[in-house]
Nanobody
Framework: QVQLVESGGGLVQAGGSLRLSCAASGIAFSIYSMGWYRQTPGKQRDVIASITKDGRCTYAESVKGRFTISRDNAKNTVYLQMNSLKPEDTAVYSC??????????WGQGTQVTVSS
């Protein structure tokens, strides 16, 4: 059974930091590209950071320079370090494991709330 379990969300003041984790099980983690998405009510889920199996990272413009994605294949975990948080970063953050065209999996999401 495949599971992606996010943790690390919570309430933080603007300017603060959080580190999200996504622990994967049931997949060959090292061959998957991993991504972090976020969604606010009434809006579509958008990718904000991704990391390939080879470690290449890409970021949405809105988080570039503030967020850092990383992975630890030994722990089957992907991280999202979020610094200089803004109220507009408030959203549900989900991780994704992607091995196109064969499989794609999602976590259940974790809430991040940034107060002004």
């Amino acid at each position: 059974q495949v599971q992606l379990v996010e943790s690390g969300g919570g309430l933080v003041q603007a300017g603060g930091s959080l580190r999200l984790s996504c622990a994967a099980s049931g997949i060959a983690f090292s061959i998957y590209s991993m991504g972090w998405y976020r969604q606010t009510p009434g809006k579509q889920r958008d990718v904000i950071a991704s990391i390939t199996k080879d470690g290449r990272c890409t970021y949405a413009e809105s988080v570039k320079g503030r967020f850092t994605i990383s992975r630890d294949n030994a722990k089957n975990t992907v991280y999202l370090q979020m610094n200089s948080l803004k109220p507009e970063d408030t959203a549900v953050y989900s991780c994704n494991a992607d091995n196109p065209p064969y499989s794609r999996y999602w976590g259940q999401g974790t809430q991040v709330t940034v107060s002004s």
